[in-house]
């Protein structure tokens, strides 16, 4: 069982349908591949590869003015939009697929405004030698270290925890002393059980510390790390589930920026 689909299952199961879409997700991904794919056989520099770029700003425009943002993924070497397969995979997208897998890309975002500059400066990372890639601390780190202020790349980590281990970033620590103790171990209780109160309904996902810090205590602390790695996943997918039913019974969780709020929490549990 995959981790990465069983999160974006949860998000596609509990916030509602989308509201952008995969045909214009697909068209999007494509143009992308073409650029690589034309880096590939002509280099970077080609007319054909600039002209595969300028189409590409294009496309992602489009998508931008309909939808907004657009965050890809790539599972299992598909392309994945909230949890669905964009489209039938062409050579070219097989190959751009591939070659995000082999670097660690497991999502890119390309925010609203993206210009010809950015999406160069990240075909030229595609084709970074590993020397480079190294040195950066990786592709999401040679991403942040260029000029993209509209380009993102996360790598997502997995790793079991023991039962007297407790995992907190020192981003989330505020958001920690926002939730009363009694308040923490509240939903604990409720993520692991089904029925009782729910403690959630008073909770909003009103900044990233929030989310951040709830998305941790999805973490499965109570498995053997040398436990079934499937147990562990089903385990915490309940848990995210829960976390996130619990959520919308908020209605401000509801709302279009909620549902944001709650996909980017299943982005941030690692």
Not at 25 to 47: C, E
Not at 98 to 123: C, D, H, N, P, W
Request: hydrophobic share 45%; glycine share 8%.
């Amino acid at each position: 069982m995959n981790p990465r689909i069983a999160a974006s299952q949860v998000v596609t199961a509990v916030a509602g349908p989308d509201i952008v879409k995969p045909r214009d997700a697909y068209a999007a991904v494509r143009s992308l591949a073409f650029i690589y794919a034309n880096g590939v056989a002509y280099g970077l520099h080609h007319n054909i590869t600039r002209t595969a770029i300028m189409d590409a700003v294009s496309v992602l425009t489009t998508f931008h003015k309909a939808h907004g943002d657009l965050t890809i993924e790539v599972i299992e070497g598909d392309f994945q939009l909230d949890g669905h397969v964009t489209g039938p995979a062409i050579a070219s997208m097989q190959e751009l697929a591939k070659r995000l897998m082999s670097i660690g890309a497991q999502s890119l975002t390309f925010g609203q405004g993206v210009a010809y500059e950015e999406l160069a400066q990240l075909a030229a990372c595609l084709f970074a030698g590993e020397a480079v890639m190294k040195e950066a601390g990786g592709f999401a780190g040679l991403v942040q270290a260029a000029n993209m202020p509209h380009i993102h790349s996360t790598v997502y980590t997995y790793r079991r925890v023991s039962a007297d281990e407790t995992v907190v970033h020192k981003d989330v620590a505020a958001a920690a002393a926002s939730l009363k103790p009694e308040v923490q171990s509240s939903i604990r209780e409720y993520l692991e059980q089904e029925g009782g109160a729910n403690p959630l309904k008073e909770v909003t996902l009103d900044n990233e510390e929030v989310v951040g810090f709830l998305a941790g205590m999805t973490a499965a602390a109570d498995e053997d790390e040398h436990g079934d790695a499937r147990e562990f996943v089903r385990k915490a997918t309940l848990r995210l589930r829960r976390l996130c039913e619990g959520l919308l019974s908020n209605a401000s969780n509801r709302t279009q920026k909620g549902r944001r709020s709650l996909r980017r929490m299943i982005e941030a549990v690692e």
